[in-house]
């Protein structure tokens, strides 16, 4: 299973929303979907928004 199709399971998104939330700068999303990401890459909630900010 590749890494979208793992993430896109655990955290109820589509592998394409999660491939166009990472190949397209002007996609948007909520915090409650940032928050369900992180969990399912087991990283912090903070680190991932602030990785995303820069």
Not at 22 to 51: G, M, V, W
């Amino acid at each position: 299973m590749n890494k979208q199709g793992g993430v896109a399971r655990r955290t109820g998104l589509s592998a394409y929303r999660l491939i166009q939330l990472s190949i397209n700068p002007k996609s948007q999303f909520r915090l409650d979907k940032l928050y369900l990401i992180a969990l399912a890459i087991e990283s912090d909630p903070a680190d991932l928004l602030l990785a995303i900010m820069r």
